[in-house]
């Protein structure tokens, strides 16, 4: 099946059962929006709702008459329907504690459940939305664009606010800056290197995955923005990043008086 008619019967089942239109989100926007999409193997869905899942149900069910799929629902309370070699995945719906408050004093009214979501999400430039026709990207943040364009790592929210709401944020920013050769804005660095900590909501075998892809992708910059936040005594040491940390003991030596 052709990814238009996959998510042509996504959107079908979605008008059938009554509920909110859905769109992607993640990083299928993102790469869309930077002209980088090829091969598509992992695919975020939300509509700012708990009938979400209904949907994922649903559309399962559809798929099934056709094909051999599987569905799973994941403890963090997405779902994901494997479908082949791709993943579609179902939102959670997390939103951020305290949301309402936030975004009041940011003088952020009425905003909608959606909107809730995505200024929940990791970083700007993970925030567009596009419409299951592929035709139209959205940039409720009204800063994803913008970030994306200055390549930049920017948390959608306060770093301390989003960095702590969700375990594996911090490493996440190096992964994706070495992916997209992007540079961690200020503001995460600054919070990051004052509370190094922050890093071990994550678990070790995270951060250890996270770690090993940034430094494949860019050992320079992955090292770089560990040293400038502070993480080298936070963080599982890698192989890939041991020669790394050799010069990050050597430099502390040679800085001693």
Not at 181 to 192: A, E, L, R, W
Not at 220 to 246: E, G, H, R, T, V
Request: proline share 3%; glycine share 4%.
């Amino acid at each position: 099946m052709k990814l238009l008619e996959l998510l042509k019967d996504l959107q079908d089942t979605a008008i059938k059962i009554k509920i909110a239109q859905p769109y992607l989100c993640g990083g299928v926007p993102r790469d869309k929006y930077m002209k980088r999409l090829d091969n598509i193997e992992d695919i975020d869905i939300t509509n700012g709702s708990k009938d979400i899942d209904y949907l994922s149900t649903e559309f399962a069910n559809k798929l099934k008459q056709k094909y051999n799929i599987t569905r799973k629902s994941m403890s963090d309370g997405h779902s994901t329907i494997f479908i082949g070699t791709l993943k579609m995945d179902f939102s959670s719906n997390f939103i951020v504690p305290n949301i309402d408050y936030i975004l009041q004093q940011m003088k952020i009214d009425k905003p909608s459940s959606l909107f809730k979501e995505v200024v929940s999400r990791d970083f700007t430039c993970n925030s567009l939305l596009m419409t299951t026709d592929l035709s139209k990207i959205l940039d409720p943040l009204k800063r994803g664009f913008q970030d994306i364009n200055e390549r930049k790592i920017r948390t959608c929210l306060a770093p301390e606010i989003t960095l702590t709401s969700n375990r594996n944020r911090v490493v996440r920013s190096i992964y994706l800056a070495c992916k997209l050769g992007f540079d961690i804005d200020n503001s995460i660095i600054k919070y990051v290197a004052t509370n190094p900590q922050v890093v071990k909501i994550s678990t070790d075998k995270v951060m250890k995955e996270k770690l090993t892809a940034a430094f494949e992708k860019d050992g320079d910059k992955a090292s770089y923005f560990i040293a400038k936040m502070n993480l080298w005594n936070q963080i599982p040491i890698i192989q890939s990043a041991f020669k790394y940390y050799q010069k990050h003991l050597l430099l502390g030596k040679t800085n001693v008086k």
